[in-house]
């Protein structure tokens, strides 16, 4: 089993910035792919970005591209959700999951989830 605890979450001006942290327990959190989504009210689940295992590779929703950043430290058992330039309509709950397998981008294939933290940009 993996826990996964969001943080970092808040209410930031538009064009402002926020850093989100999932820290994870649990099984080898090293192994594993981790990705962000968001739900805004009323929304479906929504995917914002992914990394593999190693860091090396990741990949955004175009919505998020060039604003957002994905990294992780395993050393800390750690993955940073870097998001710059925010817009309102990046207002969320922004949760972080881990997959056993893939590198997936979609929620069905992520096996472990975090409770989620708010993101509030206002205007």
């Known amino acids: 089993q993996v826990q996964l605890v969001e943080s970092g979450g ?7 910035s926020l850093r989100l942290s ?3 327990s649990g099984r080898t959190f090293s192994r594993l792919s981790a990705g962000w989504f968001r739900q805004a009210p009323g929304k479906e689940r ?6 593999d295992w190693s860091g090396s590779s990741t990949y955004y929703a175009d ?3 060039g604003r957002f950043t994905i990294a992780r430290d395993n050393a800390k058992n750690t993955v940073y959700l ?3 330039s ?4 990046d207002t969320a709950v922004y949760y972080c999951a881990a997959a056993v397998f893939g590198v997936p981008e979609t929620p069905s294939r992520y096996d472990y989830w975090g409770q989620g933290t708010q993101v509030t940009v206002s205007s």
């Open 86 to 89: 925010l817009k309102p309509e």
């Open 10 to 16: 808040g209410l930031v001006q538009a064009g402002g």
């Open 46 to 51: 929504e995917f914002v970005g992914r990394i």
């Open 82 to 84: 870097q998001m710059n």
């Open 22 to 24: 999932c820290a994870a």
């Open 63 to 65: 919505s998020v591209k």
